[in-house]
């Protein structure tokens, strides 16, 4: 029962390189959704989506970009990485608005950009 | 804009008795709110949630309270033990997408 699994753990990047945080659930969720936790400012939504082929920004879409292509992965991509994403990041998924029985989330991506 | 806040970032209570969790929200429209914990190193898990309907919801020692007059609902653990030391979130559910608190720390001490 691996639920909703990310990689990597952690990760360094220097400021302007690009990279992709991956997520995948294998529960056949509809929704999936990236999040990131900073002090101070509990969980922010980056980017959710509802289902293969649909994508919406959340709160803090600047410097992220998304794709759902399957329903089982839903990949988070830095385009040019800058030391405000310095943060730990969450993939969640739910089988409906995550209402009833709320989200399940991954272990996280702890990202620091230098 | 912060649209759930907690607005206590620490709580500390001794085992056994209980615990109480608050939050505040902002946006009438929210449908549905939920309590995660997390503990460190570990995503967030889901605990309980409540209907904007309903004022109460139970779940053998977790009981969340709603009142939408004041926008403010909140979570009992009784009792409170050791093993519920972590940090809480509260979130809330909008059309599409679910907007979470600072969180509280909550230590129960042994």
């Known amino acids: 029962?691996?639920?909703?699994?990310?990689?990597?753990?952690?990760q360094v990047l220097k400021t302007g390189q690009s990279m992709t945080l991956q997520c995948a659930q294998d529960m056949n969720h509809e929704y999936m959704s990236w999040y990131r936790q900073d002090p101070g400012m509990g969980l922010r939504l980056i980017h959710y989506s509802v289902g293969a082929g649909i994508t919406d920004q959340g709160e803090v879409p600047n410097g992220y970009n998304v794709s759902r292509s399957t329903t089982e992965d839903f990949p988070l991509r830095l385009l040019s990485a800058a030391p405000s994403q310095t943060s730990v990041y969450f993939c969640a998924s739910s089988y409906d608005r995550g209402l009833i029985y709320g989200y399940t989330f991954g272990s996280g991506t702890r990202l620091t950009v230098v | 804009d912060q649209q759930v806040k907690q607005n206590s970032p620490s709580l500390s209570v001794q085992e056994g008795r209980i615990s109480i969790l608050n939050c505040d929200y902002t946006n009438s429209m929210f449908d549905y709110f939920l309590w995660y914990k997390k503990y460190p190193a570990e995503g967030p898990t889901f605990l309980i949630s409540i209907s904007s309907i309903k004022d109460k919801n139970e779940d053998g020692r977790f009981t969340v309270f709603l009142n939408k007059s004041a926008k403010h609902l909140s979570l009992h653990i009784v009792p409170s033990q050791p093993g519920d030391s972590a940090v809480y979130f509260c979130a809330a559910?909008?059309?599409?997408?679910?907007?979470?608190?600072?969180?509280?720390?909550?230590?129960?001490?042994?």
């Open chain 1, 1 to 10: 029962n691996a639920g909703v699994t990310q990689t990597p753990k952690f």
């Open chain 2, 93 to 110: 559910s909008g059309s599409h997408d679910m907007r979470f608190g600072a969180g509280t720390r909550l230590t129960v001490k042994p």
